[in-house]
């Protein structure tokens, strides 16, 4: 049995969001094909996700160092080192999230700087930073209403990319993706592009 982890990183709904859809098609299939699996889910913009500013930050480097954090760096450091922890005792995650203005959802950020501490998802050595997560299996599932894989806008695409980085950064190389686009700048193929996407999503499901 596996502990899955579904990160939904849009708040709207599957009919006005494609990203969304992939994770719903994604995640029924893989209910229905890993009926053993425990399967958590996390949607961002329904939890308590506080920016990562200077008092979080302060609190976790003073825990790092054994110092003692005074009771508001306490809460923050204790609320990123819950979803850090959720993270890494997960065998498999999947992440759906759009592309918004070239980048991601302020939430999906937010929940990504929780995760990028030092000593825990990576460390640093002479050589550079080496990632610390490299057991860990990744699904993305990534919708951007233009077209970014080549063309003009390729050097805009700043979600996917990002993500795959950060998770590069954590050592994780075992990485599945699925990416829909153009159903925007395309309208007369949308929903042939949309249904192709979903139908992919749940044939990945089967075989994550």
Same mark, same amino acid.
């Given at each position: 049995?596996?502990?899955?982890?579904?990160?939904?990183?849009?708040?709207?709904?599957?009919?006005?969001?494609?990203?969304?859809?992939?994770?719903?098609?994604?995640?029924?299939?893989?209910?229905?094909?890993?009926?053993?699996?425990?399967?958590? #889910?996390?949607?961002?913009?329904?939890?308590?996700?506080?920016?990562?500013?200077?008092?979080?930050?302060?609190?976790?480097?003073?825990?790092?160092?054994?110092?003692?954090? =005074?009771?508001?760096?306490?809460?923050?450091?204790? %609320?990123?080192?819950?979803?850090?922890?959720?993270?890494?005792?997960?065998?498999?995650?999947?992440?759906?999230?759009?592309?918004?203005?070239?980048?991601?959802?302020?939430?999906?950020?937010?929940?990504?700087?929780?995760?990028?501490?030092?000593?825990?998802?990576?460390?640093?050595?002479?050589?550079?930073?080496?990632?610390?997560?490299?057991?860990?299996?990744?699904?993305?599932?990534?919708?951007?209403?233009? %077209?970014?894989?080549?063309?003009?806008? #390729?050097?805009? #695409?700043? =979600?996917? =990319?990002?993500?795959?980085?950060?998770?590069?950064?954590?050592?994780?190389?075992? %990485?599945?993706?699925?990416?829909? #686009?153009?159903?925007?700048?395309?309208?007369?193929?949308?929903?042939?592009?949309?249904?192709?996407?979903?139908?992919?999503?749940?044939?990945?499901?089967?075989?994550?």
């Amino acid at each position: 049995m596996s502990n899955v982890l579904f990160i939904k990183a849009n708040g709207r709904p599957a009919d006005s969001s494609v990203s969304v859809a992939l994770y719903e098609n994604f995640l029924e299939s893989y209910k229905t094909s890993h009926p053993n699996d425990q399967v958590t #889910e996390v949607n961002l913009f329904e939890v308590d996700l506080p920016y990562y500013d200077g008092t979080m930050m302060s609190g976790l480097h003073k825990e790092v160092a054994g110092e003692p954090l =005074s009771p508001e760096e306490k809460r923050l450091a204790d %609320i990123a080192n819950g979803y850090l922890n959720q993270f890494l005792e997960a065998d498999k995650v999947v992440m759906a999230f759009p592309l918004w203005n070239f980048s991601i959802p302020a939430q999906f950020l937010t929940y990504l700087f929780y995760l990028n501490q030092a000593g825990k998802t990576f460390k640093y050595t002479p050589e550079g930073p080496v990632g610390l997560v490299g057991d860990k299996k990744v699904a993305l599932l990534n919708a951007r209403g233009g %077209i970014y894989s080549d063309g003009p806008l #390729e050097s805009h #695409e700043m =979600s996917l =990319s990002y993500v795959k980085n950060i998770l590069n950064h954590f050592g994780v190389t075992d %990485i599945e993706t699925l990416v829909v #686009e153009g159903h925007n700048a395309t309208p007369d193929k949308a929903q042939a592009i949309i249904k192709t996407g979903c139908d992919k999503a749940c044939c990945l499901a089967e075989t994550f």
